[in-house]
């Protein structure tokens, strides 16, 4: 049986699944949404849930892969404030107690998206290079040797952190800067707050003409959403660029959902790094569109069960 058992929790969902080949297949795939799972709270009651469906899937996968929001730092999980109970969990304890010697491997989505590239699409073959995933959030995994670096705390490639004005309100007040200016779900709060309406950030790039002109909008609208994707595009692509100034990748892979606007975004993407990047990369969309995650759970449990060489002293 050569069967592993992919999780994956984000936000607002878990996506559960089982791959039968060393390959970008999805054999059979259960989803849960995280605020209708029979009433119970998140976090620790969020995982018995999950667990139970999983067995329900399969009793004895080859291993498990487990991609999480937030990351993972001295056996427990950070950074992943939008799931109420996640952030804290002992979670590699727990899978280790209910998978005992089932090798399980746990990573952040963005790291675990990686790894799907790395082993089967965009970053294949790749030594040195960049993920990066524009979704809801954003962040970036970092790739070093054909492999994905966790950094001293688990935490690199968490560029949402980073500042976009000098001395601006940052983590240590609970903000993050780049995040909140140019994810899809900082750009849509503030779409909203200027706009005075609920809007998507697929709504504001219909509003300044990508794909495809909004109809029947106010020209003022269209206006304010042009001028907020205009910024959006710019701080985009500076951060970007001096991420690739400081690690030299030769590949940058884009990923996530705000990949509906890739007409827009590649190409300033691409002519920033060409004008910042004494040696800019090649860049590509990720091959992984959906289901990023879930695959790069598959990656991580296929690693994770192969045979590794003994290192002798």
């Not at 849960?32 to 999983?54: C, F, K, Y």
């Not at 690739?244 to 190409?267: F, H, K, S, T, Y």
């Not at 289901?291 to 994770?304: K, T, V």
Request: proline content about 8%; overall charge negative.
């Amino acid at each position: 049986m050569t069967r592993v058992l992919g999780i994956d929790v984000g936000g607002t969902k878990v996506a559960i699944g089982l791959s039968e080949s060393d390959g970008p297949e999805i054999t059979e795939r259960v989803r849960l949404e995280i605020d209708t799972l029979n009433g119970s709270p998140p976090g620790a009651h969020l995982l018995e849930r999950v667990l139970a469906t999983a067995r329900d899937l399969i009793g004895s996968p080859i291993a498990v892969g487990f991609s999480t929001c937030g990351v993972i730092r001295e056996g427990r999980v950070r950074l992943a404030p939008n799931v109420p109970g996640w952030d804290g969990l002992e979670l590699p304890r727990l899978l280790g107690r209910a998978y005992g010697g089932t090798p399980v491997a746990i990573d952040n989505d963005v790291n675990a998206a990686a790894a799907a590239e790395l082993r089967w699409g965009a970053l294949r073959g790749v030594s040195t290079g960049v993920y990066l995933n524009l979704g809801t959030g954003l962040a970036a995994a970092l790739v070093v040797g054909g492999r994905v670096v966790a950094g001293a705390h688990g935490a690199a490639g968490e560029i949402g952190y980073q500042l976009v004005a000098p001395g601006e309100p940052a983590f240590a007040e609970g903000r993050a800067p780049l995040e909140e200016r140019v994810s899809g779900g900082g750009l849509a709060g503030r779409g909203s707050a200027e706009l005075g309406r609920p809007v998507t950030a697929a709504t504001l790039f219909g509003l300044a003409g990508h794909p495809a002109p909004v109809r029947d909008a106010e020209p003022a609208e269209r206006l304010g959403a042009a001028e907020l994707v205009e910024e959006m595009l710019a701080t985009l692509a500076m951060s970007v660029a001096n991420l690739c100034v400081a690690l030299d990748p030769e590949r940058l892979v884009v990923g996530g959902g705000m990949m509906g606007a890739a007409d827009r975004i590649m190409p300033r993407l691409v002519a920033e790094l060409r004008r910042v990047v004494p040696f800019p990369p090649e860049v590509r969309p990720a091959r992984f569109a959906d289901d990023a995650p879930l695959l790069g759970a598959f990656a991580l449990a296929r690693a994770a069960a192969e045979p590794h060489p003994v290192r002798h002293a």
